[in-house]
């Protein structure tokens, strides 16, 4: 078990696998809080456009959402790349499916970041 | 003198013990578009194998069956099947813990040629492709590589194999993906990696370090459960993720 290889290592799929894992840990930790926060400390009818203008007036809930949603698209996206890489065989559909997924995480973080980083209650 | 060689030479299995219904997939590629399933009688001791079973009825009840075997005692790897659902080497299971109506497929996950027989050849190209052999570049010894009992220890479990293709058709990702390289040839990877007196571990880590190497597995541990040898399968690919996570700079 020795010896050094001689080609560039290309180590994305390990860095796929090992963010897979860290993320997931760490959305753990902030669903856990969003939940106790929003649903059972104050519970979803309470939840209006005041609500979250009242919760955004504090920049540590707006980090907060901003890194869960960030790390839920990041997962979520990275997740379903690997599902389509496996399911989805034709190549086109693959590059069809691929490409959807990468639009559809793009639109969902650019609407959700630009609202939270920018909303002025 | 036997002259007769049609006639094969078996003593106990006419007038047996009990009978049990064979349901197994049948196909033939030059009449069947789709496999069919068709159903056998067989008389068999409780303590006979699903081997023997298939044997009574090739023999007795439909010459046309198609199945591989070869040394019947679990060593040579070559009649993994489908049995009740699960993979089970036929040799290696008795009729009496698999009940009286016994399911019959072929491997899941391979081009099935005739009958139970899949095409094996893109699983012995992925055992190729991760050098399952001893790399040591340097000049021979007079005697043996000497090793110590704690070095041998470390790929024990993974001597095991006997590339029957249960643990590799047993898996999920195989099944949709056959660019994974399967967990029998990280198996046999992993049986050279942690071998002190080989010297291309960094090669053969490269190899599984990639979109159809070890990362593609889920832990879903169908192989381990899967192995007719108890090869604990999906530690020896964990074995492999920590050494290429570890071994990364
Ligand atoms: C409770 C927090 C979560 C944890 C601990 C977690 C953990 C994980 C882990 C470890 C994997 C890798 C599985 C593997 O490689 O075998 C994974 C895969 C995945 N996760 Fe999560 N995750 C969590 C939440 C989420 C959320 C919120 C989403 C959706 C936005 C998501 C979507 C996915 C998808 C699509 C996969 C790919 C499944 C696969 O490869 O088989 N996960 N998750
Ligand atoms: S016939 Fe050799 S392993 Fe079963």
Redesign the interface.
């Known amino acids: ?5 001689s ?1 560039p ?3 994305f ?2 860095r ?3 963010f897979m894992r860290v993320s997931g840990a760490l959305i753990v930790v902030l669903a856990i809080i969003h939940l106790i926060y929003v649903h059972y400390v104050h519970g979803v009818d309470e939840i209006s456009a005041g609500f979250i203008a009242e919760r955004w007036l504090n920049p540590t809930w707006r980090i907060f959402d901003f890194v869960l949603l960030t790390l839920a698209l990041l997962h979520g996206g990275n997740g379903m790349r690997i599902l389509v ?3 989805i ?1 034709p190549k086109g559909w693959r590059t069809f499916a691929l490409t959807s997924l990468y639009i559809v995480v793009f639109l969902l973080f650019a609407v959700g970041g630009l609202v939270m980083l920018t909303y002025q209650g | 003198m036997i002259t007769d060689r049609s006639v094969p030479i078996v003593t106990h299995i006419k007038g047996a013990a009990m009978q049990v219904t064979l349901r197994i997939m049948r196909f033939d590629p030059e009449k069947d578009k789709k496999p069919v399933m068709k159903s056998y009688k067989a008389e068999v001791e409780p303590t006979d194998r699903v081997l023997d079973a298939l044997n009574y009825v090739k023999w007795y009840e439909d010459g046309t069956l198609a199945y591989r075997r070869s040394c019947a005692h679990g060593i040579c790897g070559s009649d993994a099947v489908i049995i009740n659902g699960v993979n089970r080497l036929a040799c290696k299971t008795l009729i009496q813990d698999v009940g009286k109506t016994i399911t019959i497929e072929p491997l899941a996950g391979f081009k099935v040629l005739k009958d139970l027989i899949v095409d094996f050849e893109p699983f012995f190209e992925q055992y190729r492709s991760v050098l399952p052999y001893l790399i040591n570049n340097d000049p021979k010894p007079i005697k043996e590589r000497l090793q110590s009992p704690e070095d041998r220890e470390k790929f024990d479990d993974t001597t095991k194999c006997i590339l029957c293709a249960s643990c590799t058709t047993s898996c999920p ?1 195989y099944w ?2 056959p660019d ?1 390289v399967g967990p029998s040839a990280i198996v046999n990877a992993h049986r050279f ?4 007196r ?6 053969r ?2 190899i599984l ?3 159809s ?1 070890v ?2 597995c889920r832990t879903i541990f169908n192989c381990t459960e899967a192995c007719p040898r108890e090869i604990e399968v999906t530690r020896a690919i964990e074995d492999v ?1 920590r050494a ?2 570890y071994g ?1 700079s």
């Open positions: 078990m020795q010896r050094k290889s080609k290592r290309d180590n799929e390990l796929s696998w090992y890489d496996d399911y065989r | 990702i949709a993906n994974y990696i942690f071998d002190s080989d010297q291309a571990a960094a090669e880590l490269d370090n990639t979109r190497g990362w593609r993720k290429i996570l990364e």
